[in-house]
């Protein structure tokens, strides 16, 4: 494993962090967590030097946080880095922060976080960062010793914002999304530079961009991987082009195999920071100009914007929606709408509750209406 130097701690940390937001499920129940898998995974992870472990209130319908406490029992616990983020978006009042974190510490059942984040300030929900006073909540949650180190995640449309965020205090480490699709979305590239400006530790987000840099691969991209100089798998390029910044600490994934965790272990045990050559960048960056030529919608699964109040699979429908035009596979993805979708997309109301949750700030409500006009028999 390869390690980075925590400027602000003084701490090595492993360049793989473990995200806990993607784990193996029991009959695709997404709040079933497959615990035995897990602990596994999460333990031979930290067997072999992963020293980050990434978790959040409301992953896996909170069960992430309760099931990431198990693998870190046995000693786990003291080798390993705890993040865990507030999402002081589900409060309805800044009295219900304390009952949320102090829940965050039951269900891990540990005494401290020791990354604590503010989970996912946006433009959207900065008013109520604002209203319920969370960055003296979590100042406080620090100074009474209920978090090692403070930071923030962060979704929001753009670097400017990012950086008005970065500026509101001095930061013990920030959490951005980065994969070489989206280099200039979100903070991007921009954003990271300008956390080493400040000294700040920077942890990284959905580096496959959630799992789709790495899904059965459209032919173009495989042809173009093919005129690589050096042959490597699609995730391995990946996670080499984020490694490559040496303003990266730690490269968080949601692994949900053992095989995934083996594979990444490996990569992160050979990536340097500098190491891609101008060919292989060149190779990239025309892999990253195929895929935005073909991907309509930059869905991740993520599933920031469930439960739909209708029951309308979000996800899967996007992700339908943007295979059948990475494929060209209309007549498919039709068939698989009317046969096996229980809510169809011509349900969607409209109320864009998902549209203020969707980190990659898609225009779901429009999506659905041009699915249904695309897939739906009348
Ligand atoms: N704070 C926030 O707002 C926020 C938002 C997003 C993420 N996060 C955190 O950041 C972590 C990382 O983000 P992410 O889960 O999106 O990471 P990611 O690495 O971009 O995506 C993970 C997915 O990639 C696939 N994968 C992983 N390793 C692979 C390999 N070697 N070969 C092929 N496919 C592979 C798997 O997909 P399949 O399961 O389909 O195989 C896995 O579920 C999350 O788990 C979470 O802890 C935080």
């Known amino acids: 494993m390869k390690y980075r130097k925590n400027g602000k701690t003084g701490q090595d940390v492993s360049l793989l962090g473990f995200g806990a937001m993607r784990l193996p499920t029991i009959k695709g129940q997404h709040g079933a967590i497959d615990e035995e898998k897990t602990i596994h995974m999460i333990r031979h992870a930290i067997d072999n030097g992963l020293t980050y472990v990434d978790t959040a209130y409301v992953y896996h319908n909170g069960n992430s946080e309760v099931v990431v406490g198990k693998a870190l029992k046995d000693g786990y616990r003291e080798k390993v880095t705890v993040a865990d983020k507030l999402p002081f978006w589900i409060a309805g009042s800044k009295e219900e922060l304390d009952g949320i974190l102090a829940e965050s510490l039951r269900r891990l059942d540990i005494d401290i976080i020791d990354n604590l984040l503010v989970h996912d300030i946006n433009e959207g929900s900065y008013e109520n960062f604002k209203k319920f006073e969370v960055l003296p909540f979590v100042i406080k949650a620090k100074a009474d010793g209920k978090a090692r180190n403070i930071g923030f995640s962060y979704h929001g449309k753009t670097p400017e914002f990012f950086k008005e965020l970065v500026d509101l205090y001095d930061w ?155 494929f060209k596979s209309l007549k498919k993805t039709a068939f698989e709408v009317n046969a096996f979708l229980d809510v169809k997309p011509s349900a969607c109301i409209a109320c864009k509750k998902c549209e203020e949750l969707c980190p990659q700030h898609l225009h779901i409500s429009d999506i659905m209406a041009e699915c249904a006009e695309m897939f739906e028999v009348r």
């Open 172 to 326: 013990d480490f920030v959490q951005i999304q980065l994969n070489y699709m989206d280099q200039n979305m979100q903070a991007g590239v921009e954003g990271l530079k300008y956390l080493a400006s400040k000294g700040i530790p920077a942890v990284i987000m959905e580096p496959l961009k959630g799992g789709k840099l790495t899904d059965i691969l459209p032919d173009s991209i495989t042809d173009l991987w093919e005129t690589a100089p050096v042959k490597r798998t699609p995730a391995d390029w990946a996670f080499r082009w984020v490694a490559n910044f040496p303003e990266v600490t730690t490269i968080l994934s949601g692994m949900s195999t053992i095989e995934q965790v083996e594979e990444n272990l490996s990569i992160l045990s050979e990536a340097e920071a500098g190491a891609l050559t101008a060919a292989e960048l060149s190779v990239i960056d025309a892999v990253a100009a195929e895929y935005n030529r073909l991907i309509p919608y930059g869905c991740t699964e993520c599933r920031y914007c469930l439960p739909c109040p209708i029951g309308l699979q979000i996800p899967k429908i996007v992700g339908m929606r943007n295979e059948a035009e990475i």
